[in-house]
T-cell receptor, first 113, second 112 residues
């Protein structure tokens, strides 16, 4: 079954700790994305990657970092510099950057206390 | 600043009736629009799209209408079914851009 997996579904961390969210896809897609969703707001783009070893900042990249060492994997690290890290994080992929349809994972809810 | 807005956070409709979900955008450069559907504990899934060269696109029970002059699009679901109960997001993109901008979502409940 092709798709996107995100783990874990729920994640709890103490303030001041970095945390890495996993995203894996087996759709053979070149482009991958990380979004953040907060109550009352739409999905906001954190980072995107067009191809392996390349990634670009989205609208709200501050306090986050990513890597794209493999086509299948696009992990997101929420650093201690992110002022409001508690949110729902969604990973997505598409065949290419200009592709009009993105496929989403089930999301990870991160709670930082 | 929210470039794509869905002003109705929720909508309830009787089974068999029409559901109309609305979306407004501010950026006149947007020329491609999509609707996504999201069930709880799942990621959004693509539903239907429309480009700015059209004003209507149909796919089964789902029709999207685009009014470029009003910067408004709507999703019609006819007839509505209980399985349609979900959160619906609209999204917009400019052909020159690298990203989609999403609305805040409308939670649709179809009452049996």
């Amino acid at each position: 079954d092709g798709g996107i997996t995100q783990s874990p579904k729920y994640l709890f961390r103490k303030e001041g700790q970095n945390v890495t969210l996993s995203c894996e896809q087996n759709l053979n897609h070149d482009a991958m994305y990380w979004y953040r969703q907060d109550p009352g707001q739409g999905l906001r783009l954190i980072y995107y990657s067009q191809i392996v070893n390349d990634f670009q900042k989205g609208d709200i990249a501050e306090g986050y970092s990513v890597s794209r060492e493999k086509k299948e994997s696009f992990p997101l690290t929420v650093t201690s510099a992110q002022k409001n890290p508690t949110a729902f994080y969604l990973c997505a992929s598409s065949m290419e950057l200009a592709a009009l349809e993105q496929y989403f994972g089930p999301g990870t809810r991160l709670t930082v206390t | 600043d929210q470039q794509v807005k869905q002003n109705s956070p929720s909508l309830s409709v009787q089974e068999g009736r029409i559901s109309i979900l609305n979306c407004d955008y501010t950026n006149s450069m947007f020329d491609y629009f999509l609707w996504y559907k999201k069930y709880p504990a799942e990621g959004p899934t693509f539903l239907i799209s429309i480009s700015s060269i059209k004003d209507k696109n149909e796919d089964g029970r789902f029709t999207v209408f685009l009014n470029k002059s009003a910067k408004h699009l709507s999703l019609h679901i006819v007839p509505s079914q209980p399985g349609d109960s979900a959160v619906y997001f609209c999204a917009a993109s400019a052909i020159t851009g690298n990203q989609f901008y999403f609305g805040t979502g409308t939670s649709l409940t179809v009452i049996p």
